[in-house]
């Protein structure tokens, strides 16, 4: 014979004072990071929100673009949770990098295309991963870069998005390697030319100096 149910009156039962503000929050960011799969992602918001790591969580609410990106995968919101994650550790494991891109229930499968553009060990640099994804994003080399400033730079979303010139080469050099069929002079050109900008703006690139304002993305 089953046990009666247990009555508790209001009383007894106590809620944590924290907690309504905790559920407020975590609501927030559900809705702002729209994750694929919320229990997954869920179980990864609480594991950082307890160990005070960044969390998985997005800057805004992203409205998908005319870009190719596909349903469920890689946006750059998503990139800059994993550059905040990742960025401090410079070198990190792919299994590790597998473990972030899970919590943000992003494809496998599209990780597993961004590792097979460079002969990765069992180790990565992170920026390395960074230019992939913004080239996943992009498309073009150039419109890469953009994306690739918008995510790193310190400043508001909707402006200049400067970038450290030695930042920027880094990462131009590292994709235009991968793409193999840009000729060294042309590149070597092209990042004297950014230098000469950006030594006008205190070692910074800005979008501008690379892209026209009328530049559109397709």
């Not at 950006?198 to 501008?208: C, E, F, T």
Request: net charge negative; glycine share 6%; hydrophobic share 40%.
């Amino acid at each position: 014979m089953p046990l009666p149910e247990t009555m508790f009156c209001a009383q007894q039962i106590k809620i944590p004072p924290e907690l309504p503000d905790i559920l407020k929050q975590f609501t927030k960011a559900a809705i702002r990071t729209q994750p694929h799969d919320v229990l997954q992602w869920a179980a990864a918001y609480f594991s950082a929100l307890s160990k005070g790591e960044p969390l998985p969580v997005k800057e805004r609410i992203e409205i998908p673009s005319a870009t190719g990106e596909i349903e469920g995968g890689l946006t750059p919101g998503l990139l800059k949770v994993l550059h905040k994650k990742l960025s401090p550790k410079g070198t990190v494991t792919v299994t590790e990098l597998k473990e972030k891109w899970k919590h943000l229930c992003l494809p496998e499968e599209q990780l597993k295309s961004i590792l097979q553009l460079d002969n990765f060990g069992e180790e990565v640099e992170w920026m390395k991963i960074l230019a992939l994804g913004c080239s996943v994003l992009g498309g073009s080399l150039l419109s890469s870069m953009k994306h690739a400033c918008e995510i790193l730079t310190s400043e508001p979303e909707g402006g200049a998005a400067p970038i450290p010139f030695e930042t920027f080469s880094f990462l131009y050099l590292y994709l235009a390697s991968i793409d193999g069929e840009i000729p060294e002079d042309e590149t070597e050109a092209f990042l004297h030319k950014i230098k000469e900008e950006a030594d006008k703006q205190s070692g910074m690139v800005l979008i501008r100096h690379f892209l026209p304002p009328t530049f559109i993305f397709y």
